[in-house]
């Protein structure tokens, strides 16, 4: 289906060329310089121009993806992300993201796993691990998944060391009922539901004064 060329956008890395019909097709440094003759104003067969293009994101994206769980463990949806918002076709994405996963490169039970344990030992709750994890693109049951396997003895531990870190915080506060709200509203902060962050209060006032 052939389409107007609306508006071409270059910068250092490439060109971004954009269809009348809403379309718009990146173009790494290299795919322009083999197509630059394209101009605003031509008629292109946008899916011959997808058919062509694919072969020629693909290993570049593929190597950006793997810089990137390079520097960090990331997310399927993570990835997809950013593959997405540097101008890559679906096509070339998917591609991308089968690759990396049928080598093990992404696994998002695992990195959940990883997520939510490192998250709970800095005293980060259940709830908030779970927001974090689908705000990065993981499934609600894999997310959830991963928030139920953390040890529960260790939740409890990090709950409270921050409440004793809070009471510790808030003991000059004149008001005794405006200090348990504002260390109560800190711990929901945190992702802590109102029982976790009832018992850790308690518990670390009944320590406080035993001392």
């Known amino acids: 289906m052939k389409d107007t060329v609306r508006e071409i956008t270059e910068d250092r890395r490439g060109a971004l060329v954009t269809f009348e019909g809403g379309e718009a097709l990146w173009f790494g440094r290299a795919a322009w310089r083999e197509h630059a003759s394209i101009a605003v104003g031509d008629e292109e067969d946008v899916e011959a121009l997808k058919a062509w293009l694919l072969p020629r994101q693909y290993p570049e994206a593929l190597n950006y993806a793997v810089s990137l769980l390079a520097a960090r463990a990331r997310s399927t949806g993570e990835i997809r992300q950013?593959?997405?918002?540097?101008?890559?076709?679906?096509?070339?994405?998917?591609m991308v993201l089968y690759k990396?996963?049928?080598?093990?490169?992404?696994?998002?039970?695992?990195?959940?796993?990883?997520?939510a344990a490192a998250r709970a030992r800095h005293?980060?709750?259940?709830?908030?691990?779970?927001r974090e994890l689908v705000h990065k693109g993981v499934s609600r049951d894999v997310a959830e998944r991963a928030v139920d396997a953390l040890d529960r003895e260790e939740g409890d531990a990090a709950a409270l060391a921050l409440a004793q870190k809070?009471?510790?915080?808030?003991?000059?506060?004149?008001d005794a009922k405006k200090a348990m709200a504002k260390l109560m509203a800190a711990m929901a902060r945190r992702g802590y539901d109102f029982e976790s962050a009832r018992r850790a209060v308690e518990q670390a006032l009944e320590e406080a004064q035993g001392e």
């Open 82 to 94: 950013k593959l997405e918002a540097y101008g890559y076709m679906d096509d070339t994405v998917d």
């Open 100 to 115: 990396l996963e049928k080598e093990g490169l992404l696994d998002d039970a695992a990195f959940a796993c990883e997520w």
């Open 123 to 130: 005293q980060i709750g259940r709830g908030r691990i779970l």
């Open 166 to 174: 809070l009471l510790h915080r808030y003991a000059g506060e004149p």
